[in-house]
């Protein structure tokens, strides 16, 4: 044995010779070791590992990143004015200088809010707020663009509502609260992010979609190989793969393995977040305890007294905000129209879904409504990996089906079968619909990390879809659920701080306005809520959520039907 390795000895050396020869050769010949040289030579480090073992992608170099608004399908002329009506709708304004140090931006501390008037709150009223917001300095700010959000809650009577802001554009902003209970309520409001950071939260929104990125394995027999995949790629000589929707044209690309076909990808994950997005002094106004999320102190009194409506009188400040509904007891309370209903267990959810099949699309957001009707009505086991679906629960006594399936890509999950992958629109293409049917959809948060035209574009071929569903099958019940608020500190504000979401959930609203379709509005449900903002609802929101879906599809029976 010892004799025949020796007698190989000598190709091995000639290999290695060889070996470096050519990668002198390449060096040399290519000169300067840039970005591009060392991005293709792990391609190439790579590419020899994957004929072993399953490589790990390394992220994409990074270059100039505003090529992703207007890859995919151009929009008609009236889905181009649309769009811009919806981008001038979510117009932020900025600072007047921009680059402003820290000292000079906007300190919740040195913040604070008024309450307006000073008695003769009833229900039925509002209750409106000043913000003045200040610099480090304690000086006034002369600008807006703060992200400011409010709450007026009654902690006895686990009430709360959530408050409306108008910016004046001058530091000064007012929280407008309905007054719709009686007793105590207090005034709750919170700097999301100065304005200097919603800024640094554009510029990352349009330079950096790559900062979240994906991944797909491709596998043939024993060969595999990871590569980076995204919605848009850097402008690249390399191969890449295009898994274009032929229907709608919505983009997907991955970089081509080098030994692999494009239809050897089995698996669409996500790769990975990139890091070191912001400058020194950027990361400044990034500060867990200083300026993310931090209430705003009251000058003078934090809570007012709202007494009982008096029908004679009109009460302070009649009502010019309409909020979803509000808590109370707990309980959410549309003020929508819908009669609200209490399913609290078992039989109540099966006689409201008896011969309903339900199907839940979008992220994990919308896995949490499946998680919830699970509980009550068992899964099939269909072996898809943990928490990534396509999920199923059936009663099969009652005709109960319902099902849940992630939105396509850029979903961030993890180990998604490319064979399960699908897209919302397409789905909804397949559904007959009809009385039977409902539909609950919750699709934003894997969105926040691109320019807004990847989300109206997304939104746009999902609304065809719905709009088709709703003329062959109208009595088909359509929910969306909008975007939450959630817990953030100096890193996650990056990828998914809540002004992306509002952003998002404001196109959203917008475009299925005036629709067949029910809104839950989880924004103002977790707004309104005790519970400190998190990603995915506690219980309680959940129940709430689900208990007003459930309101819809079994309405309250009318007088005398
Ligand atoms: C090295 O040279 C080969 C042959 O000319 C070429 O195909 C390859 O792209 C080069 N590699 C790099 C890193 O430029
Ligand atoms: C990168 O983008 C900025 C604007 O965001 C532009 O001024 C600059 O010229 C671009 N650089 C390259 C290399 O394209
Ligand atoms: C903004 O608030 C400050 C302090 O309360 C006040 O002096 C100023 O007049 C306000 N500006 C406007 C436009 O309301
Ligand atoms: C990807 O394919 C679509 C059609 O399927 C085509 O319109 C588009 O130009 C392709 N994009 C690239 C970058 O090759
Ligand atoms: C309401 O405000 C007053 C005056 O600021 C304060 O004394 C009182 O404790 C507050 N009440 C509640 C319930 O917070």
Redesign the pocket.
């Known amino acids: 044995m010892g004799g025949s390795l020796l007698k190989l000895a000598p190709v091995f050396v000639l290999l290695v010779l060889s070996g470096l020869a050519f990668l002198f050769w390449n060096i040399t010949d290519l000169e300067k070791w840039n970005c591009q040289t060392v991005s293709t030579f792990y391609q190439i480090q790579s590419n020899m590992q994957s004929a072993f073992r399953t490589a790990e992608p390394s992220p994409p170099p990074d270059?100039?990143?505003?090529y992703c608004n207007h890859v995919g399908q151009e929009p008609t002329p009236k889905e181009a004015w649309e769009e811009s009506q919806l981008l001038k709708s979510v117009a932020w304004p900025q600072p007047l200088v921009p680059g402003l140090p820290l000292r000079q931006s906007s300190d919740p501390a040195q913040s604070y809010y008024v309450i307006q008037g000073s008695d003769g709150w009833r229900v039925g009223g509002q209750l409106e707020v000043v913000v003045r917001m200040n610099n480090y300095l304690g000086q006034p700010k002369k600008h807006g663009g703060d992200f400011l959000i409010g709450r007026l809650h009654t902690p006895e009577l686990k009430a709360g509502v959530a408050g409306t802001v108008r910016d004046h554009g001058d530091g000064n902003y007012t929280v407008l609260f309905p007054l719709l209970w009686e007793g105590v309520v207090q005034v709750g409001v919170t700097l999301v992010h100065p304005s200097e950071a919603v800024v640094v939260l554009r510029?990352l929104r349009?330079?950096r979609p790559d900062r979240v990125y994906f991944k797909s394995l491709f596998r043939s027999q024993y060969i595999s190989q990871t590569t980076i995949c995204n919605l848009c790629l850097p402008p690249t000589q390399e191969p890449i793969c295009n898994y274009t929707d032929p229907h709608t044209g919505e983009p997907w690309f991955c970089y081509k393995p080098r030994v692999l076909d494009c239809d050897a990808r089995v698996t669409h994950s996500k790769g990975g977040y990139k890091n070191k997005l912001l400058t020194k002094e950027e990361a400044l106004f990034f500060q867990s305890n200083v300026n993310i999320k931090i209430p705003i102190h009251a000058s003078g009194t934090d809570n007012v007294t709202v007494l009982p409506a008096e029908r004679a009188k009109v009460a302070r400040g009649s009502l010019s905000v309409t909020p979803a509904g509000y808590y109370y007891e707990g309980s959410w309370r549309p003020l929508t129209g819908v009669v609200m209903r209490r399913f609290n267990d078992v039989a109540a959810i099966t006689q409201c879904l008896t011969g309903k099949v339900v199907y839940i699309f979008g992220d994990s957001t919308a896995r949490q409504w499946f998680e919830y009707l699970n509980k009550f009505f068992p899964a099939i086991d269909l072996r898809s990996p943990k928490g990534t679906g396509p999920s199923l629960a059936v009663e099969s006594k009652n005709n109960i089906m319902i099902q849940y399936r992630c939105h396509g890509p850029p979903i961030r999950f993890t180990g998604v079968s490319t064979q399960t992958l699908t897209y919302v629109f397409n789905e909804l293409d397949r559904l007959p619909g009809g009385p039977h049917t409902v539909v609950a959809l919750s699709i934003w948060s894997h969105f926040s990390t691109f320019p807004m035209e990847v989300y109206i574009r997304r939104l746009r071929h999902i609304r065809k879809a719905v709009i088709r569903l709703l003329n062959r099958a109208p009595s088909t019940l359509i929910f969306i659920r909008t975007a939450n608020l959630q817990r953030l500190d100096p890193e996650s504000s990056l990828y998914n701080s809540d002004w992306f979401s509002i952003q998002l959930d404001t196109v959203l609203r917008a475009m299925f306005k005036g629709l067949n379709v029910h809104v839950v509005d989880a924004w103002e449900m977790t707004l309104a809520h005790e519970h400190p903002h998190i990603l995915h609802p506690p219980p309680e929101i959940i129940q709430n959520m689900m208990d007003l879906m459930l309101s819809h599809i079994c309405p309250v029976k009318k007088k005398g039907g």
């Open positions: 270059l100039n990143h505003t510029r349009e330079e």
